[in-house]
């Protein structure tokens, strides 16, 4: 069965940090594309951080400067190092993958996603 696990999420004050990792598990290709979303209630998904298997990584605009993706193709690991963190962070975080090609920012063509952890930023 695949799955993948996230984990690391809590509850922070603004200016502080937190890991987010996730862990695939159940299938043993690498995905040309693996990515963190994020979802806030009342808004649509969209992507925080990509990387291509050939480790190409994407970084929203927003998040730019103050979060870094690595990848580990071998384990099929995926963490988001998430420093200066804001307010306007605050929300579910996704890992995917199962993705082919196209642009690893945008959710379309990721067939497997985990379950979410929570982000929440205090001013």
């Known amino acids: 069965q695949v799955q993948l696990v996230e984990s690391g999420g809590g509850s922070v004050q603004a200016g502080g940090s937190l890991r987010l990792s996730c862990a695939a598990s159940?299938?043993?290709?690498?995905?040309?594309?693996m990515g963190w979303f994020r979802q806030a209630p009342g808004k649509e998904r969209e992507g925080v951080a990509a990387v291509t298997s050939a480790g190409t990584t994407y970084l929203a605009e927003s998040v730019r400067g103050r979060f870094t993706i690595s990848r580990d193709v071998a384990k099929n690991t995926l963490d988001l190092q998430m420093d200066n963190l804001k307010p306007e962070d605050t929300a579910m975080y996704y890992c995917a993958t199962d993705k082919a090609g196209g642009v690893c920012l945008r959710k379309g063509g990721y067939n497997i996603w985990g379950q979410g952890t929570q982000v929440t930023v205090s001013s």
């Open positions: 159940g299938y043993t290709y690498s995905s040309y594309c």
